[in-house]
T-cell receptor, first 115, second 113 residues
Framework: DVKVTQSSRYLVKRTGEKVFLECVQDMDHENMFWYRQDPGLGLRLIYFSYDVKMKEKGDIPEGYSVSREKKERFSLILESASTNQTSMYLC??????????????FGDGTRLSIL | DQQVKQNSPSLSVQEGRISILNCDYTNSMFDYFLWYKKYPAEGPTFLISISSIKDKNEDGRFTVFLNKSAKHLSLHIVPSQPGDSAVYFCAASDAGGYQKVTFGTGTKLQVIP
């Protein structure tokens, strides 16, 4: 079974802090994704990566950056946290192999509060 | 702009009856569609998918219908069970998108025993 592990379930940080959210997958998936989930807005893609050291902006990349130094690990960085970045953050991974778009496997999320 | 829309934020259904969740999309380049289910405090889990070359895909109690001309898809759950109570997300992708998908806003389904 695919396991996507996010380092923290809950996190509280202060405005202006640099925040790191970590995600690890154990299925050798090529693709990894970071989303945020907000009420009424669904899941919005922040960044994704299709290979080590490769990254692509999603729909809402402003204020975020990412790092993928190893295939299994994808980090989301809030350069200078702001209160509007308070949200549920979800990491996912998927394979390139198979017919059509492959299902994404999600972690359980990190609820981040910026005070 | 919201390319994938789920216009019903919530839906209540009696146990044993059919649940129908709807999804509309605007991008004609989308060619693959997926449904995910999400319980509170858990990540979404994949439920069922359909390619644009089909108009129906069935997996047990779950059936997804695709109407390409209307840019509309629906998820039917028959019979509905209390354990189906969750938020359901529709998602869509296009062939050139690095396995990237666009999610809808979700519909919260409550199945009443």
């Amino acid at each position: 079974d695919v396991k996507v592990t996010q380092s923290s379930r809950y996190l509280v940080k202060r405005t202006g802090e640099k925040v790191f959210l970590e995600c690890v997958q154990d299925m050798d998936h090529e693709n990894m994704f970071w989303y945020r989930q907000d009420p009424g807005l669904g899941l919005r893609l922040i960044y994704f990566s299709y290979d080590v050291k490769m990254k692509e902006k999603g729909d809402i990349p402003e204020g975020y950056s990412v790092s993928r130094e190893k295939k299994e690990r994808f980090s989301l960085i809030l350069e200078s946290a702001s209160t509007n970045q308070t949200s549920m953050y979800l990491c996912a991974s998927s394979s390139n192999y198979g017919t059509g778009t492959q299902p994404q496997h999600f972690g359980d999320g990190t609820r981040l509060s910026i005070l | 702009d919201q390319q994938v829309k789920q216009n019903s934020p919530s839906l209540s259904v009696q146990e044993g009856r059919i649940s129908i969740l709807n999804c509309d999309y605007t991008n004609s380049m989308f060619d693959y569609f997926l449904w995910y289910k999400k319980y509170p405090a858990e990540g979404p889990t994949f439920l069922i998918s359909i390619s644009s070359i089909k108009d129906k895909n069935e997996d047990g109690r779950f059936t997804v219908f695709l109407n390409k001309s209307a840019k509309h898809l629906s998820l039917h759950i028959v019979p509905s069970q209390p354990g189906d109570s969750a938020v359901y997300f529709c998602a869509a992708s296009d062939a050139g998108g690095y396995q990237k998908v666009t999610f809808g806003t979700g519909t919260k389904l409550q199945v009443i025993p």
